[in-house]
């Protein structure tokens, strides 16, 4: 949380300021109990009824002039909390903005983003209270005990006494009932386990009749968290009357200090009423503060994971060049092989290819034989950690990734559109582009019945491209790869989801593109590559045979699998 | 706030009442305590106040009567504080209670909610309802509890109290305290459109996180990271703006209502001291200590009104959350199974479909007059492009959905007359998006056969191919496996879902032929898994494999929803019509 500070350096002022007028309102608090003494003594004592009427109006103003300090620490407090907060956002935003491929897998986006939402607002909020009232409060419960002995020293002894007891009696509790409220959002998480796969495995468990054994499994869950809550709820409800006994047998002992000091001819009346306003102020700031430092708690726990997302080291910059390969091929991969750092096995191994501009590839394998990861290393979404990847000769590493990805269209696995008009998602690609050229790529990638049926353009996308099919979704990430008339063209398994006419007329017009792209396309089915000028065969991480579809069928033992368990087996029953 | 809106909030508050019934007594007790305990508390200033009246000055002091009075104080704190700590016990007790009865309430309901309500509301806001917004009720109802009632007697005894040391006095301090509330009414008047905005603003920022953030993968491929980071600016500048004013304009309220406060507590004060004044050495004096009790009336008496207004604006929110929760478990369930349902006892697998229709709006009609004989052991694969609406038809086999024209009947019985569990305990289903529970691999296995041995269990996963990499898992059939799956590949997932209909064999099947994502080795072995699996059994499988299509007995070919071709392999080419099409570019070079 500390290094989270330096977002606060513009707000140094307001920072000071707002704790300073808090306690300034706090210290006009304080006087309150000996105004109201000095018109028991003198007012009242001596009738003079002109001092009654003044210092009553000392005590308005005292009233007044606390407003005036409390609003101006509100302010300031707000302003400094608000303002430290978006700066932080800011800040962690761009931090991740620069993470790599690799670390966004590592560190797991759902966590970045409860990191961005509700983890700021909650340091907001904590900042914000921190600044009000962490000063005030022990100034206020330590004031009254000065004020107190500066009345008779040794009535104040109570003070010095009822001050640890009741930190005691506040904070004990405090830290019994923390690690139980763990428990019971531990044991709320589990309800909420059960009620989530309950939902999502609705089709599954109603096939099987699970009805009556998931509402008794729940049943368990729940009744679990309500014994916990009850438990913790006992501790918790102890603080209020054990606190109330307290503060009272504090006044009653101070009464009986301050009844024997009066008969002594020590102190006055009007001292001993204030001591005993003094020990009611007490209390009420002792609980204010513990609510606070649970706040404060978890604020802080909250400011620390901001923290460490933000330590994550980041950023992709271009390394020193290794060896230039041959300018004359596009790409060109040479015994390029990458492991993801925490798993133990390589995931990709000694690939070695040669791609002339304007050839086509097709890479094909089985779930998790690294098609993905080899494509992936083209654009420097992960960097080999062997051998070399080289576009136009150049090792990727040395290229900084910007313009090396500007060159490059992309339809990734997932496809991943955003809520804003067909237009400006298109745009993704090539910022430039007008609609001419955008409708161009659109009719390339068999899209322009998905635009036209969705009514031009201008049509919105809803959130995660929800009002579209998946194969809608599919051919318009393929038309914003090409939106940008890329040199490099990698279409990773999205055609999927379209039928086989529409996939085959979709390869057709890839090959008659006028720029003539490098293109990569990865697919789980040989109908979809066989025609490409070199085919890579992936399994599990390793290159099972690089060749054409005929050679391929001639000599690579995987390659002939999946094909005959798609195609020839079947072609030679009919 | 509108009126159709309160009358929600009635209705959200009768049910709130239902659900507090079974425990009325308890709640009356905690009211009653509740009241003692107020008593209690107003009465020591009191006496504490008549204790500083015995202290007036030196050689003034009647310590023995101070000893009497501080001792009969001692014994009201600590009954006070026994019967305080019983009341927030009882409190606790009767709020927790009701919210599990809620959850529970809520979960029952989830299991006889369609299939339509729960398809089209996303599992995390059904999710949010039955954890987050009980539990804000929760909040709510302790809060209200605990201090909606008490302020109240805190504000009515006080009264009271004061009325009876002075009524004067009392007035000025009656006549000054709305302004509190005033005040408190008028700055959350004005904040509201400022918090308004700032929830506003949040919601967007939140959503833009949650899409860019969430695909920031795609972001970076494309090089959008400054043009993101702009428009993320831009939100996070507006949201500073508004948060500033919503936060700053709503904790003004403290201050002022304290402001109030002091006013009343000069006010009290003045008057009290001059009346001490003018009524000294008269036959009933107005004292010191009535006067420092009096203070502190004043100070306790604004408190509740802060609070109050807190409880409120808090029991809005609660109110408001409990009605969605109430929302869900008023929503109307599926059918009951009919009085005279028949138990379906090993079906033999004759399905017959006729002049069925059904759509899922009534907007945009889906399936038309749909006939289908099916006897028992024939195969009837259902072909046609992804998204063709092939799990329309499961959801009607297995009744996740009832037909609206025409009837499906197994064993010549309308699957209306049947009860649900014993039709669908009759169909084995496997579908591509497989469904595994967080637990272990057994307990999954025998998910739909809870008693089966370890001898079953093994042959059954044999059967499926699953055993061997079943028992190459850390701990074999005890591993732990995740929701959904976990660390298992989406073609292990498959096969486990293979074994646990092998385990139970039901005599109909409805199958999910694997597409792209499974791997050559994986796809032959479910392949085979299923060939085992359909021997003799009645089956419907969504199919990709041209063995599959060619050797089933029907085809359905689908698309867009609709059934299009119906007939065998031969004469729908012989048609030349959609199947045709499809067969042609899918499997002809």
């Known amino acids: 949380m500390r290094k989270l500070l330096i977002y606060l350096r513009d707000y140094r002022r307001e920072s000071v300021l707002g704790p300073l007028f808090k306690l300034l309102e706090a210290g006009f608090e304080l006087i309150v109990p000996l105004v109201v003494a000095a018109i028991i003594d003198h007012g009242i004592g001596a009738g003079d009824r002109g001092y009654i009427l003044r210092m009553c109006l000392v005590l308005v103003a005292l009233g007044l002039v606390g407003l005036l300090c409390s609003v101006t620490a509100q302010y300031f407090a707000a302003k400094a909390s608000v303002g430290f907060v978006a700066k932080l956002r800011h800040a962690l935003y761009a931090h991740i903005q620069r993470f790599s491929y690799q670390t966004l897998d590592r560190v797991g986006v759902s966590t970045l983003i409860t990191r961005m939402t509700s983890d700021m607002n909650q340091v907001q909020t904590g900042l914000n209270l921190t600044l009000r009232l962490l000063l005030r409060s022990p100034f206020v419960v330590f004031g009254a005990m000065i004020m107190a002995f500066t009345i008779d020293s040794r009535a104040a002894l109570w003070f010095a006494a009822a001050i640890p007891a009741l930190s005691v009696v506040v904070f004990g509790i405090m830290l019994i009932s923390i690690p139980l409220y763990k428990k019971v959002q531990e044991l709320l998480d589990r309800v909420l386990g059960a009620t989530r796969e309950n939902l999502t495995g609705v089709r599954a468990l109603r096939a099987f009749g699970k009805e009556e054994s998931e509402i008794s499994a729940f049943d368990e869950k729940n009744e679990a968290l309500t014994a916990m809550q009850k438990r913790v709820g006992r501790i918790s409800a102890a603080m209020n009357p054990l606190t109330y006994v307290i503060i009272n047998l504090m006044i009653l002992l101070l009464i009986h200090t301050g009844a024997v000091r009066v008969q002594a001819g020590i102190i006055t009346q009007g001292a001993v009423v204030a001591l005993y306003n003094y020990m009611s102020q007490i209390l009420v700031e002792l609980i204010k503060l513990a609510n606070l430092i649970i706040t404060i708690t978890k604020s802080v726990a909250c400011g620390n994971r901001i923290q460490r997302v933000l330590e994550i080291p980041a950023g992709e910059t271009a390394q020193e060049a290794g060896a230039a390969g041959d300018a004359a091929c596009r790409v060109q991969f040479i015994h390029a092989g990458i492991r993801y750092s925490e798993a133990g096995d390589t995931s990709l191994t000694d690939v070695n290819l040669a791609v002339r501009p304007g050839e086509t590839v097709g890479v094909i394998g089985g779930t998790g034989s690294g098609k993905t990861t080899l494509v992936n290393l083209i654009p420097r979404f992960y960097e080999a950690t062997e051998g070399q990847v080289l576009v136009d000769g150049q090792d990727v590493r040395s290229i900084d990734p910007s313009p090396l990805r500007q060159r490059i269209g992309i339809a990734p696995q997932k496809a991943v559109l955003f809520q804003s008009s067909i237009r400006e998602n298109l745009r993704w690609g090539n910022g430039e582009a007008d609609d001419d050229e955008i409708m161009r790529a659109v009719r390339d990638a068999q899209a322009a019945d998905v635009v036209e049926a969705k009514g031009g353009l201008d049509a919105m996308i809803e959130q995660g491209g929800r009002n579209l099919s998946g194969g809608q979704r599919q051919r318009l990430t393929i038309a914003r790869a090409l939106v940008r008339r890329p040199d490099i063209l990698i279409l990773d398994d999205s055609s999927s989801a379209l039928d086989f006419a529409t996939d085959a007329a979709l390869r057709k017009s890839l090959r008659e593109l006028d720029y003539h792209p490098t293109v990569f396309i990865v697919s789980q089915r040989t109908s979809s590559i066989q025609h490409a000028d070199q085919i890579v065969v992936l399994d599990d991480g390793r290159v099972a045979g690089v060749g054409t579809h005929a050679q391929l069928l001639a000599d690579c033992p995987v390659y002939q699998e999946i094909h005959a368990s798609q195609f020839r087996k079947e072609a030679a029953q009919v | ?589």
Request: net charge neutral; charged share 20%.
């Open chain 2, 1 to 589: 706030m509108s009126k159709p809106r309160q009358k929600a909030d009635r209705g959200t508050l009768k049910t709130v009442l239902l659900y507090l019934k079974p425990y009325w007594a308890q709640a009356l007790l905690s009211v009653l305590l509740s009241a003692v305990t107020v008593a209690l508390t107003l009465y020591v200033p009191v006496l504490i106040g008549r204790a500083i009246d015995r202290i007036v000055g030196p050689g003034q002091v009647e310590l023995s009567e101070i000893l009497r009075l501080l001792t009969r104080i001692g014994v009201i704190v600590a009954a006070t504080a026994a019967v305080q700590w019983l009341v927030s016990t009882i409190n606790n007790h009767i709020t927790y209670q009701v919210v599990r009865d809620v959850r529970d309430q809520a979960f029952r309901h989830l299991q006889i909610l369609p299939l339509s309500y729960i398809d089209a509301h996303p599992v995390g806001g059904i999710v949010s309802s039955v954890i987050a917004d009980v539990d804000q009720f929760a909040d709510g109802l302790l809060l209200g509890f605990t201090q909606l009632f008490t302020g109240a007697v805190t504000i009515l005894g006080t009264l009271g109290f004061m009325i009876s040391i002075r009524p004067g006095i009392a007035a000025v301090v009656v006549l000054l305290t709305p302004l509190s509330f005033v005040v408190a009414r008028f700055i959350a008047t004005h904040t509201y459109s400022y918090f308004k905005q700032q929830s506003e603003t949040r919601a967007e920022q939140t959503a833009f996180i949650d899409e860019m953030l969430g695909n920031q993968k795609v972001v970076k491929a494309f090089g959008q990271e400054e043009k993101s980071l702009e428009r993320f600016d831009e939100i996070n500048g507006r949201l500073e703006k508004c948060s500033l004013k919503a936060i700053f304009y709503s904790s003004l309220t403290n201050p002022c209502t304290r402001f109030v406060n002091n006013l009343v507590y000069a006010g009290v004060a003045l008057s009290g001291a001059l009346v001490c004044v003018a009524t000294a050495g008269t036959a009933a004096p107005f004292t010191v200590g009535a006067l420092s009790a009096l203070l502190s009336y004043a100070n306790q008496y604004t408190k509740p009104f802060n609070e109050i207004s807190g409880v409120v604006t808090e029991l809005q929110n609660a109110l408001a959350c409990a009605s969605r929760v109430f929302k869900l478990i008023a929503q109307p369930p599926q059918i009951p199974d009919a009085a005279d349902a028949r138990e379906l006892n090993e079906a033999s697998g004759q399905v017959e479909i006729s002049g069925v229709a059904f759509s899922y709006t009534p907007d945009r009609p889906l399936i038309e007059n749909l006939n289908l004989h099916v006897q028992p052991g024939q195969r009837v694969a259902i072909v046609g492009p992804t998204g063709c609406g092939k799990t329309t038809l499961i959801n009607l086999l297995m009744r996740f959905y009832d037909v609206d024209r025409g009837a499906i009947a197994v064993e010549g019985t309308d699957i209306r007359r049947i009860t649900r569990r014993s039709l669908r305990a009759n169909y084995g289903m496997v579908l591509q998006e497989t469904w595994l529970k967080a637990g272990t691999v057994r307990e999954n296995l025998t998910l739909g056969k809870p008693d089966a041995t370890e001898e079953e269990i093994v042959a059954a996963c044999r059967a499926a191919h699953a055993h061997g990499f079943i028992r190459r898992l850390p701990q074999g059939y005890d591993t732990f496996i995740g929701e959904d799956g976990g660390q298992l590949s989406q073609g292990q997932k498959q096969l486990l879902c293979i074994a646990r209909i092998m385990l139970c064999l039901p005599p109909m099947l409805i199958l999910d032929e694997a597409t792209s994502s499974i791997d050559t080795r994986t796809e032959i072995r479910i392949q085979q898994a299923f060939d085992t699996l359909m021997r003799g059994r009645t089956t419907f499988i969504v199919a990709h494999r041209l063995s599959t299509i060619r050797e089933a007995d029907i085809i359905l070919v689908m698309r867009d929803g609709h059934i299009v071709e119906q007939g065998k392999h031969e004469e729908l080419l012989k048609k030349n019509g959609f199947y045709a099409k499809l067969y042609n570019s899918q499997f002809a070079a």
